[in-house]
């Protein structure tokens, strides 16, 4: 009898571990006789099978084809600063940074007002706050409601998704006066 007490008990623990539920519960055959063991995500052999949105696919032409789009992208706005007189290293960082923070929120607008309180960033980069602020414009356009679907309103970024050529951008004097005049070393020489 007792040999027999502790061989209910024992399956009775067995089953209620493979359950997730206690022994109490498991030992009321009744309740649980249409339940199996919990099978859990790491058990599975193949995730795929267990659902079809955890298939990845490394060759994906559509997310290759946005991350070639977005590196020429940056690379045109870090390219545009540089024609300006900007240090490249300095600008590629800004326009990074830039990119990664606004990949995070929601909007053109909060990025805006977010990365612009941001004052550790400048300072990292030995970037004068007027300058970062200048960048920020620039890069994302001014978020004046009254410069909206113009080109200071847009941004760099905003006119060059939207099919503006980077020669564009260029020849556009009210742009490039802007951001020579943002550059941290033009009142750098003595």
Request: net charge negative; aromatic share 4%; hydrophobic share 40%.
């Amino acid at each position: 009898m007792v040999t027999s007490a502790v061989q209910i008990t024992c399956h009775a623990e067995a089953r209620a571990a493979g359950m997730l539920t206690s022994v109490s519960k498991v030992r009321h055959t009744a309740r649980i006789a249409g339940f199996h063991d919990a099978v859990r995500f790491a058990e599975r052999e193949r995730l795929a099978d267990y659902h079809p949105a955890l298939i990845h696919h490394d060759d994906d032409p559509d997310e290759s084809e946005r991350e070639t789009r977005v590196a020429a992208l940056l690379s045109a706005t870090v390219a545009l600063f540089e024609s300006a007189g900007w240090d490249t290293a300095l600008v590629a960082e800004c326009v990074e940074h830039v990119a990664y923070r606004l990949a995070d929120l929601s909007s053109r607008q909060r990025g805006v007002e977010v990365l612009r309180r941001d004052r550790t960033i400048p300072l990292l980069l030995g970037l004068p706050p007027r300058s970062w602020s200048a960048l920020l414009r620039i890069v994302l356009g001014h978020p004046d409601p009254k410069h909206a679907g113009t080109p200071i309103g847009d941004g760099v970024l905003l006119r060059l998704l939207s099919g503006e050529t980077p020669d564009a951008l260029r020849d556009d004097e009210t742009l490039m006066d802007a951001i020579r005049a943002a550059n941290p070393d033009k009142h750098a020489a003595p």
